[in-house]
Each structure stands twice: as C-alpha cells, then as structure tokens.
C-alpha cells in the first residue's frame, strides 16, 4: 500500500551499508542539508508537516527526516544496548556519507527526544561534518539516569518501590562547581 504524504513531501529508500532507510525529504536537491531525527515510538513522519512548512520559508535547504532503523520504514534491525545510541549515530552517519555529505557540506542536525539524544552522540562522533545542533526535548547525554555527578554518584536512580531518589546536594555542588553560580535547588518535577 502507498503511503499517502502531504503535497511537497517526497520520500525514498537509501540504501546504505548497515541498512535500508526511509527518508522523507523536501526543498532543494542540492541545498544545504538539515536532517530531522525523530524520537522514541515515533518516525519521519513526527516532521512531515515541518518539513513541508519550512521548505517555503527556507528554500535554500535539503530538508531530510530518516526513520531509525527498527522504526516507521527502515529496515528492522536490532540494536547493541552496550552501545547506548551509538548504532543510531552510526546509521545516521553511514546515510550522510551515502547522501555525499558530510566531507565537502557539512550538516544541520536537529534531533527531538531520542534524536537528540542521537544528534548529540552524531556531533561527539563526527563533529567537523556538522554545522549546526538544534535539540528539542532532547533525552540527557548520557541515557536516562546515566548521568553521574562530580563524584561519580549518579544523578538519579530508582528505588524498589518506585519513588525517584535524587541526591540533591551532590547536583547542586555539582551545579556550583561547573559554573561558579551560587548554590542552586534541585527537586523531582511530579
């Protein structure tokens, strides 16, 4: 069954050498590439309308939106949990190289949720082929509750009866050391 996108939104499958990506697109074929990087439980098609939008604002642009492997229609493969989202990062970059970026043009990247998460794992990897890093609701850097302080103590973590713990002195120390800023307060949101 063909998929019915909105007028202006074309999309192709790129086949690179760890897999088989869908990708939405729109603007210029050889504008300045912006790729989109869906969240969790989400595809390419979180930034349809986004992509149709600013293709008019933005007409200089390449406006590209993959799905992840295993989510919308890329291939379904699975991913290595050791590697946190570093399969992501490196399917993201086996497709910016098959697209013949990269190297020559370098690349926006704006990642929502698990995409940030994945644009922030892009630009540690690869940090010469990126432009620029837009994060919106982005997960936190190191995975959820992988975060640890100064002193190594993680940032959070979760008890048997499920009621979150925060060492809150150690984030705001943590929070006074690294910027020098007067103590701050730091408290679960409910």
């Known amino acids: ?3 019915r996108l909105l007028a202006g939104i074309a999309s192709q499958y790129i086949d ?3 897999l088989r990506t869908y990708v939405l697109s729109s603007g ?3 504008g300045v590439p912006v790729l989109f990087i869906h969240g969790n439980v989400s595809s390419s098609r979180f930034f349809e309308e986004t992509l ?3 293709s008019c604002c933005l007409p200089r642009y390449r406006l590209l939106a993959p799905d992840l492997r295993g989510f919308g229609r890329s291939e379904p493969k699975s991913v290595d949990a050791k590697r946190g989202v570093k399969d992501f990062s490196d399917d993201l970059n086996a497709l910016v190289t098959t697209l013949g970026y990269g190297a020559d043009q370098r690349i926006h990247l704006v990642g929502w949720s698990l995409g940030g998460g994945i644009a922030l794992q892009y630009a540690i990897d690869h940090p010469t082929s990126v432009a620029s890093l837009t994060l919106l609701s982005s997960m936190p850097p190191y995975g959820m509750l992988g975060t640890k302080d100064t002193l ?3 940032c959070g973590r979760t008890t048997l009866d499920r009621e979150a713990v925060w060492p809150t002195r150690n984030l ?3 929070w006074r050391k690294t910027t020098g800023l007067p103590k701050a307060r730091f408290r679960l949101a409910t």
């Open 28 to 30: 210029l074929t050889n």
């Open 1 to 3: 069954m063909a998929e």
């Open 172 to 174: 705001s120390n943590a």
């Open 52 to 54: 149709l939008m600013l």
């Open 152 to 154: 190594g103590n993680p």
């Open 16 to 18: 690179t050498p760890r």
